[in-house]
């Protein structure tokens, strides 16, 4: 049986990359098992009971910021015939299979009274209080939900999907969700980040007579009573992206965001009957986010994702006592379940020499009579994926990376995440080895092994 080798050095955000993979590959799939695990019936846990993983809480003693629990959902139930791949179902076998770890980061300095993240009623929650007159312009929460998976289970990213509700709703702080790939620490962003965010970046003060372009007031008595315009949400700040309407989607690969604009704010002085005014997002708050949401490719292996609830108080201190007139008490969850299984793409016939000698040729690899061709050479320990490249693209490979020659669909091309542009002259750089390099050596990170 013929079938479509992936091979890489590389990981990714948690995931394991397959280097000639692309999202301009369309192919069948053969599902290979699939599951629903349900969140409101873990083994192990009470669905009516309220387990506060980690907190933040003035209230607790002694607070604590993290806390990691483990679950045994699955046991393998035998080897699919068609494809070689073990099957799973939802039965306990006395091994771990799920790793939930909860940590809460009060970016607030204590002056918000409650920063939980609980599993409660069957779900995976963030739960928030800040009392009026109490919060000051910048403070901030973070609550991360990292879910990892026993790299057995081999789950594909076009088989997961979870739900997430209440992530941008009605509140008088700005609210947020993301989903990362792979743990926090493959997060591409840091911590820190957030509290270079603020008031002066959520809405845009450029056309204000009345706040300064620090967020000061300027003049007191040029208010226009008017909402400012939106500036730049707090995924376009991370990432260096600018201004530009309605916010949230895909970041960037292995990043997505929900992150409207759901704040109000009024060009004027503060105020606790208005200003900031609770609003919802123009994207809807509830969202199923799935593997390709992610920007992940069809058969990538999910090893896990990080959901990150945040609460951000872009309020303006208009009074000069150090606070804002933001108050709140909101929440997000992981709700109902989280999809998982595996695919693996549907083999295709391995292409003639014929065919490869014209591919080769479309490639610009030489293949004139007399000319050893590397593709075609049964000596050549390399032998590149037959895919068409689009023109002046290559695909740049993982240290140490092996290639295992493969086929794909009549038309289909290599693109996305695995090709960029190379250099008019990819052997005039000092690190990678000249066109006409030894191909059976391993590959160099970062040097293309095509041009």
């Not at 620090?214 to 730049?232: C, E, F, I, N, Y």
Request: glycine share 12%; proline share 7%.
């Amino acid at each position: 049986m013929n079938k479509l080798k992936f091979f890489s050095g590389k990981k990714l955000l948690g995931i394991t990359t397959a280097l000639c993979a692309s999202a301009g590959i369309t192919q069948a799939a053969i599902n290979v098992w699939d599951a629903q695990i349900d969140l409101r019936n873990l083994p192990g846990d009470d669905p009516t009971n309220i387990v506060q993983f980690a907190t933040a809480d003035v209230w607790a003693t002694p607070a604590s910021t993290t806390q990691t629990r483990s679950y045994d959902i699955f046991r393998p139930v035998g080897v699919d015939p068609n494809t070689g791949r073990m099957r799973f179902e939802q039965t306990p076998d006395g091994r771990n299979d799920m790793f939930v770890k909860a940590s809460v980061f009060d970016g607030s300095g204590g002056r918000w009274s409650q920063i939980e993240a609980e599993r409660r009623f069957g779900t995976f929650r963030s739960d928030m209080n800040v009392l009026g007159g109490t919060s000051r312009s910048g403070d901030f929460a973070l609550v991360a939900w990292e879910i990892t998976f026993d790299t057995d289970l081999e789950i594909s990213a076009d088989a997961f999907s979870m739900r997430l509700a209440s992530t941008n709703g009605l509140s008088e702080l700005y609210e947020f969700a993301f989903v990362t790939a792979g743990t926090m620490s493959d997060a591409p962003f840091s911590i820190a980040d957030f509290s270079n965010y603020g008031a002066a970046i959520y809405s845009d003060l450029s056309g204000s007579g009345f706040f300064g372009a620090d967020g000061s007031v300027a003049d007191p008595l040029a208010a226009s009573g008017d909402l400012l315009p939106h500036g730049r949400s707090i995924s376009q700040f991370l990432s260096g992206q600018g201004s530009g309407g309605v916010s949230g989607g895909l970041v960037q690969p292995g990043w997505y965001a929900i992150d409207d604009f759901n704040v109000s704010l009024i060009d004027g002085p503060e105020d606790r009957n208005g200003n900031p005014a609770a609003g919802s997002g123009a994207i809807e708050d509830d969202q199923t986010v799935t593997g390709l949401d992610l920007g992940l490719e069809n058969f990538e292996q999910v090893t896990g994702v990080t959901v990150w609830f945040g609460y951000y108080d872009v309020g303006f201190d208009t009074d000069g006592d150090g606070f804002t007139a933001s108050q709140s008490e909101p929440e997000a969850s992981i709700v109902d379940r989280i999809e998982v299984g595996f695919n693996v793409p549907e083999p295709l016939p391995e292409p003639t020499g014929a065919s490869l000698l014209a591919i080769a040729g479309a490639f610009g690899l030489p293949a004139a009579a007399g000319r050893k061709n590397p593709m075609l050479s049964p000596q050549a320990t390399f032998r590149m994926c037959v895919v068409r490249v689009e023109p002046g693209l290559g695909i740049l490979p993982g240290p140490g990376s092996r290639f295992s020659k493969a086929s794909s669909p009549p038309g289909s091309s290599a693109r996305a995440s695995r090709c960029r542009p190379l250099p008019s002259r990819p052997s005039a750089s000092p690190s990678c080895p000249p066109a006409s390099r030894n191909w059976s050596a391993p590959a160099r990170s970062g040097c293309p092994l095509w041009s």
